[in-house]
């Protein structure tokens, strides 16, 4: 945990950073990172917008929970439909999909921002984005996105950790990767597919499972990923898990329980290109 001298230094950095950026637009993703850096915003009276796209590549749970956190703040929110299969790399899941899908959702946000006369486009990217397989950062640098919480140095365990003093709900929320990163790379995706997978894991959620990932594999093979810190839950919910996995016609279906839920198909992928 970081002291509490370095975090109040990290938000002040931020605080500053943000001042210089309003009036812009903050575009929100659902996951805690974005959400916090809308809260801090909207908590400190700056003039920040908020984006949502809604689109396939969420599940019905995740869009009504983001929809509804933010109907709940007092500040301006824009909703808005992206579809990101409609670029022939995110349908066709490329390895690049993250860069393409990026570029052409912050370039309508660009749009958005300059038509509402707001002068920045900021996004929840941190600072331990920087150590990961990310080719959507090359996006959101060709087209002048700001990411003030990776500029301030700040992790995940910080933004956490700042979340909870300052009163953002679930500051704790698990991260919940976009449906496409569940198939791998170079495997045809379709609206269908990425509903039914998206189905089958707000149904595992509302059995309580929080960090899991339910991945279809090359050969029409299913993998349930559940990490580790699950193990007990997991074995409560077992059976019911299983039998609704079945249920979709998903079976069998192969369990593994690990540390590690991200990044799945990138491992698959040589040197990590």
Same mark, same amino acid.
């Given at each position: 945990?970081?002291?509490?001298?370095?975090?109040?230094?990290?938000?002040?950095?931020?605080?500053?950073?943000?001042?210089?950026?309003?009036?812009?637009?903050?575009?929100?993703?659902?996951?805690?990172?974005?959400?916090?850096?809308?809260?801090?915003?909207?908590?400190?009276?700056?003039?920040?917008?908020?984006?949502?796209?809604?689109?396939?590549?969420?599940?019905?749970?995740?869009?009504?929970?983001?929809?509804?956190?933010?109907?709940?703040?007092?500040?301006?929110?824009?909703?808005?439909?992206?579809?990101?299969?409609?670029?022939?790399?995110?349908?066709?899941?490329?390895?690049?999909?993250? %860069? =393409?899908?990026? =570029?052409?959702?912050?370039?309508?946000?660009?749009?958005?921002?300059?038509?509402?006369?707001?002068?920045?486009?900021?996004?929840?990217?941190?600072?331990?984005?920087?150590?990961? =397989?990310?080719?959507?950062?090359?996006?959101?640098?060709?087209?002048?996105?700001?990411?003030?919480?990776?500029?301030?140095?700040?992790?995940?365990?910080?933004?956490?950790?700042?979340?909870?003093?300052?009163?953002?709900?679930?500051?704790?929320?698990?991260?919940?990767?976009?449906?496409?990163?569940?198939?791998? %790379?170079?495997?045809?995706?379709?609206?269908?597919?990425?509903?039914?997978?998206?189905?089958?894991?707000?149904?595992?959620?509302?059995?309580?499972?929080?960090? %899991?990932?339910?991945?279809?594999?090359?050969?029409?093979?299913?993998?349930?990923?559940?990490?580790?810190?699950?193990?007990?839950?997991?074995?409560?919910?077992?059976?019911?898990?299983?039998?609704?996995?079945?249920? %979709?016609?998903?079976?069998?279906?192969?369990?593994?329980?690990?540390?590690?839920?991200?990044?799945?198909?990138?491992?698959?992928?040589?040197?990590?290109?």
């Amino acid at each position: 945990m970081i002291s509490t001298a370095s975090l109040n230094d990290r938000l002040e950095l931020l605080h500053t950073l943000l001042r210089s950026l309003q009036p812009g637009l903050i575009a929100v993703s659902g996951g805690v990172d974005s959400r916090f850096l809308i809260h801090v915003a909207w908590l400190w009276k700056l003039d920040f917008h908020a984006a949502y796209a809604v689109g396939p590549h969420q599940s019905e749970r995740e869009r009504r929970a983001v929809l509804g956190w933010l109907k709940a703040q007092v500040g301006f929110v824009h909703m808005l439909g992206f579809n990101p299969l409609t670029l022939p790399e995110v349908r066709g899941n490329a390895a690049s999909r993250c %860069y =393409h899908c990026k =570029h052409a959702l912050f370039s309508h946000l660009a749009r958005l921002a300059e038509a509402k006369s707001l002068v920045a486009v900021l996004d929840g990217t941190q600072a331990d984005d920087m150590r990961v =397989h990310r080719p959507g950062r090359q996006a959101l640098q060709a087209l002048g996105v700001h990411s003030p919480l990776r500029q301030v140095n700040m992790g995940k365990a910080q933004i956490r950790q700042a979340a909870q003093r300052l009163g953002l709900a679930e500051p704790g929320q698990p991260s919940r990767p976009c449906l496409l990163t569940r198939f791998p %790379y170079d495997y045809p995706v379709s609206r269908q597919q990425l509903a039914l997978v998206g189905r089958v894991e707000d149904n595992l959620s509302a059995l309580g499972l929080q960090r %899991y990932r339910f991945r279809l594999l090359k050969g029409r093979a299913f993998l349930l990923q559940i990490h580790e810190q699950e193990r007990n839950e997991w074995q409560k919910v077992k059976k019911q898990a299983l039998d609704l996995i079945s249920g %979709y016609g998903l079976a069998p279906v192969d369990v593994e329980l690990t540390g590690h839920l991200s990044g799945f198909f990138d491992k698959e992928r040589p040197n990590g290109q």
